[in-house]
Structures are given as structure tokens and as C-alpha cells.
């Protein structure tokens, strides 16, 4: 059909064609154009490739983790900067919901978007209730470890108490977290002597969501050798502590820090957590 | 059962109280200048486009939904379930551009002939207006795709109105419909895209044909011949009345035969290389994503990533006011005198130099490595070294290199954008100082973060770069990978105090670096 298209302006060139003439042929060209132009032209677009494999599958789901998620939660869902979500107890015990709201809509005030609704390149919720399947297929069938020792995600109880929690964080954490934030000796990383970077670190509190404290004390990241609700701890004189959490301890610990929040003078950076 | 002279009584009628039928012969059978030839009928073929672009965009306009959760699939559903639905996108894409670069041709030859010069003043200026419209239409069309090209479309709009003293902060707002781009942003500028600017452009359009009437059709230019507005009126209606030809059918045949071959090539294009987009945003399998505006705005794109940053903000604010407001006052400049292309070498070269710039430009944006990875940012984990023996700060701030989308312009562990430098060994070369200073004041086409991070944010940022140290080597300048005295001292000392001096100091003193 082309070939016959391009013959045409020949003949309009044609000197003693007349307004008519050239009329006509330009009438029969799109003419037979309309007709003959069914639907492979080549310009005719493939398929857009909407996601032919299902991300609740373990294959769907993989694509759109590194897509969306490795960024920050790791290529394999650990060892990234974030909360490991290759964590079976861990994805067991929220709530499909609040994992549907999580994704959906991001955490309020913090550095974890939302990936449906109005964000561009959102995706829909089914896709997400999808994707929530596929999570739980690929890493929630792990070995059952007890290092949560069964707490829930969320907190049922009310508010923890800070001073217990500063005993509780004396006794078991403060070994491996040094009350200061440190600085990097040469720079890369920390002291040898230590095993982890200060947790009471005002401007580090600011950037975390109590719920997340919660998350890290419970689950503990085991990818970067924090232990989770179970243990097992290090106590002042740097020795093995292994009598684990009580859901109260995980509360007052999540208290005290929070308490720790701003300590420093209060200025315009108590609101400014917004992101 | 009327007769038919109920008809021509009624047509009567309408004419008398209309006086169309005079104003239609008019248009149809006024003398044109028998010298008008080929050189005249890019006008028509611009027009022609645009009823294209009507047409078409009226079509769209019933099938798009402009809503941003729905307006990429809507264009997935009329590519591919409206028979020859993508033919219709295809075509409303390619006659775009063709309406694009038929008026910037019709402009240039304009401009070489001096038909600008009197008394067709007002014709140009309306056609610099309607040259604003279109260009406006084309930004806005793109931006309907909603897709990664139309976000990139929109950070340079948001950019350029982000610098504008004082009112930038609401004048972004004004335009994206709150402080980022989101679904009020697409209402917002598919109003102007269906209402608005083709509104704008139709009047204008009406506008500039009443005065192409009025004026005439303009005479090839004449060595020798120059415009003296005393006189010009009188010799040019005696020498049209002398040799000129009825517009119909003498000129418009030319008109109508380019035309004509005009939309075939446009059907051949769009039938051969179909729709325009939409691209690869919302498919959650494709990961490389280097989005470019529409081959129209890439020279934008390239003068945004190639001027000095002190010359960026005066350049893009002043810049396009300043060259439509000469093109408008052009023929008030030089009114009347030589019209011939031989005898103006100022104007030659004027255009020369724009034509070449253009299309450098041009083919630096199509070429260059400049644009962002948009996609990093999620997709491009933190290498695992960076993670290992990291504080839960630095962390923290390792996710805000990733949040605040710097990984689009800067890589770490070979992946991540090119635009900026590779931050693999930024401690080596930054003090922490000149971390916190370049995160907030941004500097050689580095946006300043200062107003957007928080104070945390930023110390979690600069607490995670100064880690980076290309693994251990030695500082390269005095001062780099040292102890913090801010975040070494006890914290009841308020670090921060120190801090937030020195940034509020420093934030006055953004527009010196």
C-alpha cells in the first residue's frame, strides 16, 4: 500500500495536471489507503507488555521487588539499607491490611513511599494484594524460627515505660549500641571494638517511625547481626545475655527511645519530620 | 415539500444578514501576487495540521480519561482496543510535530523575505502568538501520556518555574496543583491542553487569516524594491490589479497540492511508525528508564544540563520573554526598507547562528548520557559493602540517597545516573562540611536540597557519604574523613546549634558560590 503511495506525487508534478485531476487522485489515494489500512500496518504498537506473569507468582513477584522494593529493603530483600522483608516471621506476623497499606499508600513521614494510588507509575490494588501473595510464597514459607518469640507486629498493649526501658536497653543493648552516635574512625566503618552504631542518636530517632523501632526490636535484623525478641543479648560487661524480651521490655525499649527523640534543645526540627 | 427556491430564498436570506457570501468570494477570488509561489504554502500546510490536530484531538478527547490512575491505561486501551485507535494517536502525535516544524519553516520564510515589514505588521505578531500557543500545545500534549517522558516534561517546567525570585514556591504549586507532580497536575494541564490553548490558538488563527486579507498576500522580495510605507500601499495594489491572479484556483492549487502530499506523508508516518509512547513507566518489568522530552523541547534539555549554573536561573527566567518580545517587536524594529534576503545580511546570519544552535543542541540532548536514571531510586539496591559495618544512621541515610532520588544523577557501586559525579570516594574529596554544604546548596546543576531535607535527613545524608571512602583510601584534601566535632561532642553540648548556624548562614549565601 506504501508503494502505491509514493507513485502518486509523480503524476502531481505533472504540469498540466489539473485542480481537479489532482483532486481526484488524492481522493483515490486516501481512499484506497482507508481500505486497505487494516490493522498490521507496521506502525500498529505490540502489545504493551503488561505484566504477562502475575506478580503473585514467586517469578512476577521478583521482577517487581528489585523493580520497586530493592532499592532500599536489598536485592534479595536483605542486606539492604532497609527493614529485611526475606523474613517468613516477620512477613507471618503483619497484617495483610496493614502490609496492603504500607505499599499502597507508603508510611506516613517517612522515607517509605506509597507504590499504588495517584503516585506516578502507581499500580493498582489488586496488583498489590497480588504482590503481598507472591512476597509470602517466595519468603514466608522459610524455617520457623522463633526469634520473635510469636510477639505481633504492632503493639496491643499501650504505651511502654521509659525508665524501664532505659534498665532493659542498659542491660541488653547498650553493649552493642553505644549511647553516642560515633564517628566513623577511618571512615568506612566503625570502631573495631564496636558492633553496632548508637540507636539513641536524636537525628537518627527522627528519621524512624515508633511502629518501625517496634519492627527491628522484635524481628531483629538478623542479615546485619541484630537479634531479634528472643536474643540472644550482650550485657554491660560484654557477655552473652540470653533471657529473652517480654512484650513489655519491647515496649518500654520502644518508649525509651522514642523518649530520646529530642533531647537535644527543640528548635523548627520537631515538626520537620516530614519528609 | 419545499421548492428549491425556498432554498435560495433562504440562503438569500442568511446572506443578507450575514454578508458571508461576499466575505467567501473574497477570500476565494482577491488578487494574489502572481510572484507567490511554492515559497507560500507552508501557511496552509500549518493550518492544515491543525485541523488535524483538531479532528484527531476531539476523537482523543472522548476515549482519554484524564485522571492520573487511569490516563496510562486509557492510552494502552486506545492503542489497543479502539479499531485504529492507535492510528488516531499515531496520527494526532506525528501532525503535532509536522504542524510544529510546517510553522517554524513558515516563520523562517517570513523572516528571510521581510514580509514582517509593513503593513503586515500585526499578521506577524499574531503569528508569534500563535507560534507561543503551538509550542504550548506540543508541551502540554506530551504531558498526556503521563508517562516518564511527560514527569520529565514537567521537572523542567516545575524547574524553571522553581527559580523565579520570590514567588517560585507558589508559582510551582500554581502549576503542578501542589507542591509535586500528582493527579492534579494532569487536570490541570489537560484543561489546558483541550480548552484553553486551542481556544487561544483558534482565535488566533481567525485572527491572523482576517489580516493576511487585509494586507495581502505579499510579493516576492525584489532587490531594489524596498518598503516605503508612504508609497507601498498604492504600487502594490496597481501591480496586483496589473499581473495578480484570483487566489482561486491559481494559488490555492499549489496550496492544495502540498497539502495533499503533506497528509499522505503523514498517514505513510504515522500508518509506518505508529503512536508516540506512551513509555515505560508503569511496567513494573522494564528497569532502564531515560526519559527525554519530545524531540521539540530536547535542545531545552540540553541548555538546562549544559549552562553554567550562575547564568542557568537569569538565561531560562529572561531568556524566553525577552526572545519572544524581540520577534514580536520586530517589525516595529525595521518597518519598512529592503525586503530581499541579499540585502539584509544581519538577518541571514541571525538565523543561521539560531538554526545551527537549534539543531546542535538538538543532537547534544539526543545524544548525551545527561538524563536521570528516574528508576534508581527503588531498583538499584545500596551495594552490600555500603551496608556491612554501617550505624543505624548511616543507614538511615543510605535510604535517603535512595529517597531523595540522588542515585538518578549520581551512581555508587558503578550503578545509578550519570549526570553527577560517582560517589563511590566522596569522603575522600569532601570534608563533612562541604558534604552538608553541597547537599544543601546543590551548585553545578545539582539541585540545592536545603528546603526540602530536613535537618536529620540531611545528618543521616552526610553521615552515610562520609562513610564512602572508594575502600580506604587516604583523604585527598585536609579536613576530609576527620572527626565530626558536631557529632562527637556529648549531645547536651546541641551540636545542632552549631549546625543550623552555619546552614542558615550558608542559605544566604547560596546565589555567591
Known amino acids: 500500500m506504501n508503494r502505491s503511495d509514493s507513485s502518486h506525487p509523480h503524476q502531481l508534478h505533472h504540469p498540466r495536471a489539473s485542480a481537479s485531476k489532482v483532486f481526484r487522485l488524492l481522493i483515490a489515494a486516501s481512499l484506497t489507503g482507508g481500505v486497505v489500512a487494516c490493522d498490521d500496518l507496521p506502525g500498529k504498537p505490540p502489545p504493551n507488555p503488561a505484566p504477562v506473569i502475575s506478580v503473585a507468582t514467586t517469578a512476577g513477584f521478583e521482577g517487581m521487588w528489585a523493580e520497586r522494593c530493592s532499592g532500599c529493603h536489598g536485592a534479595d530483600g536483605q542486606l539492604g539499607a532497609g527493614l529485611p522483608m526475606r523474613n517468613a516471621e516477620y512477613l507471618n506476623a503483619v497484617p495483610d491490611d496493614d ?38 510464597l517466595t519468603w514466608g514459607e522459610g ?88 536474643g540472644p543479648f550482650r550485657g554491660p560487661d560484654g557477655g552473652e545475655v540470653t533471657t529473652p524480651l517480654t512484650a513489655t521490655d519491647v515496649a518500654d525499649l520502644v518508649a525509651f527511645l522514642a523518649s530520646k527523640r529530642n533531647t537535644w534543645p527543640s528548635g523548627p526540627e520537631v515538626e520537620d519530620g516530614e519528609p | 415539500m419545499k421548492s428549491p427556491g425556498a432554498i435560495e430564498r433562504t440562503l438569500g436570506w442568511v446572506d443578507d444578514r450575514t454578508g458571508l457570501v461576499a466575505v467567501t468570494e473574497h477570500a476565494m477570488f482577491h488578487k494574489v501576487p502572481r510572484s507567490a509561489k511554492w515559497w507560500y504554502v507552508f501557511g496552509s500546510a500549518t493550518l492544515m495540521f491543525f485541523i488535524v490536530q483538531l479532528v484527531t484531538g476531539v476523537l482523543l478527547t472522548t476515549l482519554f480519561v484524564p485522571s492520573a490512575a487511569e490516563a496510562y491505561q486509557s492510552l494502552v486501551y486506545i492503542d489497543e482496543k479502539i479499531p485504529m485507535g492507535w492510528m488516531l494517536r499515531a496520527l494526532h502525535g506525528w501532525s503535532s510535530n509536522a504542524m510544529c516544524i510546517m510553522m517554524l519553516i513558515h516563520m523562517t520564510q517570513i523572516f528571510l523575505h521581510g514580509t514582517y515589514k509593513f503593513p503586515r505588521e500585526l499578521t506577524w505578531v499574531a503569528g508569534v502568538a500563535l507560534c507561543v500557543t503551538t509550542l504550548g500545545l506540543a508541551f502540554t500534549g506530551q504531558i498526556m501520556r503521563w508517562d516518564a517522558n511527560a514527569y520529565w516534561g514537567l521537572g523542567i517546567g516545575a524547574a524553571i518555574v522553581d527559580r523565579v525570585p520570590f514567588a517560585g514556591n507558589w508559582l510551582r504549586s500554581v502549576v503542578l496543583g501542589g507542591p509535586d507532580i500528582s493527579g492534579a497536575t494532569l487536570s490541570r494541564f489537560f484543561a489546558l491542553h483541550v480548552f484553553v490553548l486551542p481556544g487561544t490558538a483558534i482565535g488566533l488563527i481567525g485572527l491572523h487569516l482576517i489580516l493576511v486579507l487585509k494586507g495581502g498576500i505579499s510579493e516576492m522580495p525584489k532587490v531594489g524594491q524596498p518598503i516605503e510605507p508612504e508609497t507601498y500601499r498604492k504600487e502594490y495594489e496597481s501591480r496586483v490589479k496589473k499581473t495578480g491572479v484570483p487566489f482561486f484556483p491559481d494559488a490555492a492549487r499549489r496550496d492544495m497540492v ?60 529572561v531568556g524566553p520573554p525577552v526572545g519572544i518580545a524581540f520577534l514580536a517587536a520586530l517589525p516595529f524594529i525595521s518597518p519598512r526598507g529592503e525586503r530581499a534576503p541579499s540585502r539584509r545580511p544581519i538577518s541571514v546570519i541571525i538565523l543561521c ?72 570516594d566522596v569522603a575522600t574529596r569532601l570534608s563533612w562540611d562541604q558534604l552538608v554544604r553541597q547537599i544543601q546548596q546543590g551548585g553545578g546543576n545539582m539541585p540545592a536540597y536545603g528546603k526540602s531535607l530536613s ?59
Not at chain 2, 508516518?269 to 506512551?278: D, N, T
Not at chain 2, 538554526?355 to 538499584?380: C, D, F, H, N, Q
Not at chain 2, 571512602?469 to 562527637?488: K, S, V
Request: net charge negative; proline share 9%.
Open chain 1, 99 to 136: 502490609m496492603f497499606s504500607m505499599i499502597r499508600n507508603g508510611v506516613p513521614s517517612s522515607r517509605m513511599p506509597g507504590f499504588g494510588g495517584d503516585a506516578i507509575g502507581g499500580v493498582s490494588d489488586e496488583i498489590i494484594r497480588d504482590f503481598i501473595k507472591g512476597m509470602h
Open chain 1, 143 to 230: 524455617e520457623a524460627s522463633d526469634d520473635s518469640r510469636g510477639f505481633p507486629w504492632r503493639s496491643t498493649g499501650t504505651g511502654g515505660d521509659v525508665a524501664s526501658g532505659a534498665t532493659v536497653f542498659a542491660a541488653k543493648c547498650a553493649a552493642c549500641h553505644p549511647g553516642e552516635q560515633v564517628a566513623p574512625t577511618q571512615a568506612g566503618t566503625m570502631p573495631d571494638q564496636l558492633i553496632a552504631g548508637s540507636v539513641t542518636d536524636p537525628f537518627y530517632l527522627r528519621l524512624i517511625s515508633d511502629q518501625h523501632l517496634r519492627s527491628n526490636i522484635v524481628f531483629g535484623r538478623k542479615d546485619l547481626g541484630m537479634p531479634g525478641a528472643a
Open chain 2, 258 to 317: 502540498f497539502c495533499g502530499a503533506a497528509l499522505i506523508g503523514l498517514i505513510g508516518l504515522a500508518a509506518w511508525y505508529g503512536p508516540f509512547g506512551p513509555g515505560p513507566v508503569p511496567n513494573p518489568t522494564i528497569i532502564e528508564v531515560a526519559p527525554r522530552p519530545d524531540g521539540l523541547f530536547l535542545w531545552l534539555f540540553a541548555v538546562l544540563a549544559l549552562l553554567p549554573p550562575y547564568t542557568e536561573t537569569f538565561l531560562i527566567l
Open chain 2, 353 to 424: 547562528i539560531i538554526v545551527t544552535a537549534l539543531a546542535v543542541l538538538t543532537w547534544l540532548g539526543e545524544t548525551s548520557p545527561w538524563s536521570p536514571v528516574m528508576k534508581a531510586w527503588t531498583s538499584i539496591p545500596t551495594p552490600i559493602e555500603y551496608v556491612r559495618d554501617r550505624s543505624p544512621l548511616e543507614l538511615q541515610g543510605a535510604i535517603q540517597l535512595q529517597y531523595a532520588q540522588c542515585r538518578n544523577c549520581h551512581s555508587i557501586g558503578g550503578e545509578g545516573g550519570k549526570r553527577g559525579p560517582a560517589l563511590d
Open chain 2, 455 to 513: 535537618s536529620a535527613e540531611t545528618e543521616a545524608l552526610a553521615a552515610f557519604l562520609s562513610t564512602l571512602d572508594g575502600g580506604h583510601l587516604p583523604a585527598r584534601i585536609p579536613g576530609a574523613m576527620e572527626h565530626q566535632p558536631g557529632r562527637d561532642q556529648s549531645p547536651t553540648a546541641d551540636p545542632r546549634a552549631e549546625i543550623d548556624a552555619e546552614t542558615d548562614a550558608n542559605s544566604d549565601t547560596v546565589a555567591a558560590r
